[in-house]
């Protein structure tokens, strides 16, 4: 009996690690898509479809995936077209929500995204509710063991990037939206591939959140919109102090 509740666990982990690789798919499926459609299925002349596979790629999403993607926002072959919207919300602690949604069907999105607010303790907001507390941006996450911080520096700088920052295992180098393509390029010239490069949303001020209890409200709603199938990313002005992650 021992011996059949440890393969069970094993069973439900490796359930959990396959639904939650299939999530990646196929947000990276729609990323290449979108991407295809608007400029093209050649990534030497689209650079956000050429964004986009790398992105996919960094995730171990096989080539024929890939392939299929492309082909699909090409309209080579039949498949759905997907709309991109970003929605607002407030979380339990009053935090700022900014939700990136890829759909084939609004109505049904935003008729569950409403739902998985409510249910979880949050708010959903009509648009420009918290839109004003993010700025746009373009952040490329690099492994650090592939240049230092001084060069660095001066290669992004350089390219037209803002900010460095770091954390143990990477740089976060963060571009106006208008040098992101600049930046990545540059990079790239030098050999530097990374391990993510998307444009994404900065919160301009954070929202601390110091009760554990409230905490873990706050991820119960960040957990459910993340698991959510059109759900491409989510963004929070939340700020966890570092001795309540660890409890969580």
Same mark, same amino acid.
């Given at each position: ?6 393969? +069970? ?7 959990? =690690?396959?639904?939650? %690789? ?27 479809? %050429? @964004?986009? =596979? ?19 926002? !090409?309209? /080579? =072959? ?5 709309? /991109? ?16 949604? @890829? @759909? ?9 995204? $409403? ?11 009509? +648009? ?6 993010? #700025?746009?941006?373009? #952040? ?20 037209? *990037? /803002?900010?460095?920052? +770091? ?20 990079? %790239?010239? %030098? ?14 001020? !954070? *929202? &601390?959140? !110091?009760?554990? +209890? ?5 991820? #119960? ?10 759900? #491409? $990313? ?6 966890? &102090?570092?001795? =309540?992650? *660890?409890?969580?």
């Amino acid at each position: 009996m021992a011996g059949h509740s440890k393969w +069970s666990k094993v069973k439900r982990f490796k359930g959990k =690690i396959d639904a939650a %690789r299939s999530r990646v798919f196929s947000r990276c499926a729609k990323e290449i898509a979108i991407a295809a459609r608007a400029g093209g299925g050649d990534p030497n002349f689209n650079p956000r479809l %050429r @964004t986009a =596979i790398a992105n996919a790629k960094a995730e171990n999403m096989p080539n024929d995936n890939i392939a299929r993607a492309v082909k699909r926002g !090409t309209g /080579e =072959i039949e498949g759905v077209t997907y709309e /991109e919207i970003v929605y607002e919300g407030y979380g339990p602690a009053g935090e700022a929500l900014l939700v990136e949604v @890829t @759909t084939d069907n609004k109505n049904r999105a935003v008729s569950d995204l $409403r739902n998985l607010f409510g249910k979880n303790g949050g708010k959903f907001g009509a +648009s420009g509710s918290v839109a004003h507390r993010f #700025q746009r941006k373009g #952040q490329i996450l690099l492994p650090k063991p592939g240049i230092g911080e001084e060069d660095l520096m001066t290669l992004a700088i350089d390219a037209g *990037a /803002e900010d460095l920052k +770091s954390d143990d295992a990477h740089w976060e180098v963060l571009t106006p939206v208008e040098a992101f393509d600049a930046v990545l390029d540059a990079l %790239r010239k %030098r050999k530097l591939e990374p391990s993510s490069a998307r444009l994404t949303y900065v919160p301009l001020m !954070t *929202a &601390p959140v !110091t009760e554990e +209890s409230l905490a873990r409200k706050v991820f #119960q709603l960040l957990e459910a919109l993340d698991e959510y199938e059109d759900v #491409q $990313r989510v963004h929070s002005n939340v700020d966890i &102090p570092d001795e =309540i992650l *660890a409890k969580l």
